[in-house]
C-alpha cells in the first residue's frame, strides 16, 4: 500500500497567492515524522519544513506552514505569497519509529507560479 | 562544510558494465541512505545504513550492493548495470533516525544503454 499519496501531478498559483500542496500517509505507527523538500530544476533536495506526529502546533518556517490533520492523515504543505523561485517539484516524506532508518517518498507535485 | 558529496555527476555504462557511485558526508551522520529517482516520479529507498558497519535493504535492493566501513563513506555499487537502472541516484545522510532531516547529495545521473 502506498503509504504517502500526493494526488495533484501539477498545480498552478499566481505569484503572490497562497497555493496547497496535498499529501496524505498511511501508517500504524504512532510515532511519526513528516518532511516536505523542495527539488528545483537543477535537480537538489532541499529540506522545507517537518512535523512530529505528538507536535501540538502545525510546523510554520518563514512563508511555509503545514497543515497537519492527524485524524485524517494529512499533512499538507501551504505556500504563503507564492514567488517565481516557488516554481519547482514538492515531496511529501514520512519517517515512522519502528523504521527510523528509512523515509518514504511520495510521487511529488510539480509547481508552477506564474507571473 | 562539504556536507555530501557525490561522484560522478554524469555517468553512462554499457549494459553488463558495473561500476560504483561514491558517497562521502564530512557531518559526523550515523545515517546514510541511497534513493533513485525515475523520471517524474520520486524517490525509491535502495539501501541505508545506521551506522558504520550496518547496512539494510531498502524498497528497491537488487542489482545493488553497498558497504560502509567507515562513517564518512558508502559506496553503491551496481553489478551487471541494466537499462532499468537508469535514473537519478541520490545519497543523503541524517544525524539519526526519526525527527532528522535528510541531508542530499547532488546527485548521480546515471544512463545504462
Known amino acids: 500500500a502506498q503509504k504517502i499519496t500526493q494526488t495533484q501531478p501539477g498545480m498552478f498559483v499566481q505569484e503572490k497567492e497562497a497555493v496547497t500542496l496535498d499529501c496524505t500517509y498511511d501508517t500504524s505507527d504512532p510515532s511519526y515524522g513528516l518532511f516536505w523538500y523542495k527539488q528545483p530544476s537543477s535537480g537538489e533536495m532541499i529540506f522545507l519544513i517537518y512535523?512530529?506526529?505528538?507536535?501540538?502546533q502545525n510546523a510554520t518556517e518563514g512563508r511555509y506552514s503545514l497543515n497537519f490533520q492527524k485524524a485524517r492523515k494529512s499533512a499538507n504543505l501551504v505556500i504563503s505569497a507564492s514567488q517565481l523561485g516557488d516554481s519547482a517539484m514538492y515531496f511529501c516524506a514520512m519517517r515512522e519509529n519502528t523504521n527510523a532508518g528509512k523515509s518514504t517518498f511520495g510521487d511529488g507535485t510539480t509547481l508552477t507560479v506564474k507571473p | 562544510n562539504a556536507g555530501v558529496t557525490q561522484t560522478p555527476k554524469f555517468r553512462i555504462l554499457k549494459i553488463g558494465q558495473s561500476m560504483t557511485l561514491q558517497c562521502t558526508q564530512d557531518?559526523?551522520?550515523?545515517?546514510m541512505y541511497w534513493y533513485r529517482q525515475d523520471p517524474g516520479m520520486g524517490l525509491k529507498l535502495i539501501y541505508y545504513s545506521v551506522g558504520a558497519g550496518i547496512t539494510d535493504k531498502g524498497e528497491v535492493p537488487n542489482g545493488y550492493n553497498v558497504s560502509r566501513s567507515t562513517t564518512e563513506d558508502f559506496p553503491l555499487r551496481l553489478e551487471l548495470a541494466a537499462p532499468s537502472q537508469t535514473s537519478v541516484y541520490f545519497c543523503a545522510s541524517s544525524i539519526s533516525g526519526l525527527g532528522e532531516k535528510l541531508f542530499f547529495g547532488s546527485g548521480t545521473q546515471l544512463s545504462v544503454l
Open positions: 557531518m559526523n551522520h550515523n545515517y
Open positions: 512535523q512530529g506526529s505528538y507536535d501540538q
